[in-house]
């Protein structure tokens, strides 16, 4: 995530929306975003979206394996057409299921990646959510 710009837009709109609800802001995590990144180019590489990985990996599979000791493990997924943040950020915040995950209280931390697929001419977005271990 570092010096992506459009990442870090996302991560700052989904922290306005978790303060505004009263909730502490997700820090971002260095191992969760590199999941994230690895997830994004497999989802970008393959042309389809799931939350099945590499080797039919899981998203708490992909934290583990980064490095990340989690007691509770989320993901959003997304493939966008156009880049813009503000509106991958509200596909996310629109859907039940996904504004559940960015508003989950024990969520603390979040990595994030996207990768453009000229296959098929989209952007792929992946945030992995944890809670870490106890």
């Known amino acids: ?28 995590d260095s191992r969760l975003g590199r999941a994230a990144q690895l997830h994004a180019e497999y989802l970008a590489e393959g042309g389809f979206l799931s939350h099945g990985g590499f080797g039919d990996s899981s998203p708490g599979d992909r934290a583990t394996a980064a490095g990340y000791g989690w007691s509770r493990v989320g993901e959003n997924v997304l493939a966008r057409t156009r880049a813009e943040p503000e509106a991958a950020y509200q596909q996310w915040w629109l859907s039940q299921g996904h504004r559940d995950n960015l508003l989950t209280a024990a969520f603390q931390h979040c990595g994030l ?11 792929y977005y992946a945030m992995l959510l944890a809670t870490p271990a106890a």
């Open 113 to 123: 990646g996207r990768h453009y697929s000229p296959k098929v001419d989209c952007w």
């Open 1 to 28: 995530m570092k010096g992506d710009t459009q990442l870090i837009e996302i991560l700052r709109l989904t922290n306005a929306s978790r303060m505004a609800a009263g909730m502490e802001p997700l820090v971002h």
